[in-house]
């Protein structure tokens, strides 16, 4: 008996500690953009902090096809893996082979598109520096730290990496005139904190590169497909919705769409360090009990924070962005509803069903969302009825869509019980 409990007290220590971890990096990583965003949106203004805001929805999507839902499929991999180093180089290696060439062909869409489409060729520069987030993104490994469960160095080299960038952005960014530097800024920020993990990562965990045969890579790219397009299903309702607001109707919408848009990722990545930590936890050692607890807390805490936020949302956002946002806060006012459910959508997903190997489900939950999501977008575009409202509506109901696919899937397979 003694013996099970002294496995089970640093298991749960490093679960609380990278927990911990954790939460400081997302704090930092959404804390500091949101110190930015207040100023940028002063000081560009709503149609130039549009601009921005739309180039970075664009190229998103090239972010999502580089990571290829490693950040998910590998975490596991290596958490299963973790104590085989021979295993681990082997998985670390393939996963950067990939992304690299995912990579270059990222780079080679991006350059066709600005060359062949007016609206992004006559601000090209502002693509091209922000892909720079795609190269960052590439370099910095959360999913080999999560699977490995050791967050904390990495994150105390990521606060400094971030912080650099905060203070460029209030130190160059003066004028609305500026606005072509910003998104070079952001991607030195990403790109900083991809060069210190990595040299971490060697260091720390003595991880040597290698070349795995062609039947590794290729049985890699495969297992993390559904993966992929799981996130390629999110960015549909995620990222599109900016995206699409900026080909319909005008940066200066976009501004006003990202600025409560900005705050919703901030509410939601509240949530994120445990939906992280919990993955390879639970993948590992299936304890359903703690989940349910932690699970429950969690819920409890976000409707307080919600109601909240609601009845302050006024407040809050003039505070934030100053006078004259009425879009803003009523756009924010639908997100802040829409979080109630999107948290334990969130939780009830890859900590729970595809930590309990039922991936399928929920990435089968916002494939469906998505495509709800698209013809809803594509509906509204045809009848000209794309705003800022329709699109956050058109959230709500995905959303909602996902949660209950999760819920469904988890009470058909009795994993609550």
């Known amino acids: 008996m003694l013996d099970r409990f002294s496995h089970i007290q640093p298991e749960k220590k490093r679960l609380i ?27 560009l203004g709503p149609e130039k902090f549009g601009l921005i805001a739309f180039a970075q929805a664009f190229i998103q999507y090239f ?10 499929s590998t975490t596991r991999e290596i958490s299963i893996n973790r104590n085989n180093e021979k295993k681990v180089q082997e998985i670390v290696s393939s996963v950067f082979i990939i992304k690299i060439i995912l990579m270059f062909i990222s780079l080679s869409v991006l350059c066709t598109v600005i060359f062949l489409v007016p609206q992004f060729r006559t601000e090209w520069p502002i693509y091209i520096f922000t892909f720079g987030m795609v190269l960052g993104n590439i370099m910095f490994p959360t999913w080999f730290f999560q699977g490995m469960e050791n967050m904390k160095y990495i994150t105390m080299l990521n606060i400094i990496a971030k912080g650099i960038f905060t203070i460029l952005i209030f130190i160059i960014v003066r004028t609305s005139e500026d606005y072509i530097y910003v998104p070079g800024v952001t991607s030195l920020g990403w790109i900083i904190a991809g060069l210190i993990s990595i040299w971490f990562m060697i260091c720390r965990f003595k991880i040597r590169p290698c070349l795995p045969s062609k039947s590794v890579i290729l049985d890699r790219f495969r297992e993390s497909t559904q993966f992929f397009l799981s996130r390629v299903s999110v960015s549909i309702y995620t990222s599109s919705n900016a995206f699409v607001l900026g080909l319909f109707t005008s940066n200066q919408m976009v501004g006003y769409y990202s600025a409560a848009e900005k705050l919703y990722s901030a509410l939601r990545s509240i949530y994120q360090p445990l939906n992280n930590v919990l993955y390879p936890y639970i993948s590992k050692t299936k304890n359903i009990l703690l989940y349910k607890k932690l699970f429950i807390l969690a819920s409890i805490a976000n409707i307080v924070v919600c109601v909240g936020l609601f009845a302050l949302a006024n407040t809050f956002i003039t505070i934030i962005y100053g006078n004259y946002m009425e879009l803003t806060i009523q756009a924010f006012k639908i ?25 399928k489900y929920a990435n089968n939950s916002v494939i469906i969302g998505s495509v709800f999501h698209l013809i809803g977008l594509l509906i509204l575009s045809a009848a000209s009825l794309v705003n800022i409202f329709t699109v956050v509506w058109m959230v709500f109901v995905t959303e909602f869509i996902v949660l209950i696919g999760r819920v469904y899937s988890i009470y058909k397979k009795r994993l609550w019980a």
């Open 17 to 43: 500690e990278n927990f911990f971890s954790l939460a400081v990096l997302q704090g930092v990583t959404y804390i500091l953009p949101l110190l930015t965003v207040p100023y940028l949106m002063r000081v």
């Open 63 to 72: 972010v999502i096809i580089t990571d290829y839902g490693f950040d998910l």
């Open 335 to 359: 997100f802040v509803v829409i979080t109630l459910f999107v948290v334990p959508s969130v939780l009830l997903g890859y900590p729970f069903l595809a930590a309990l190997g039922y991936a």
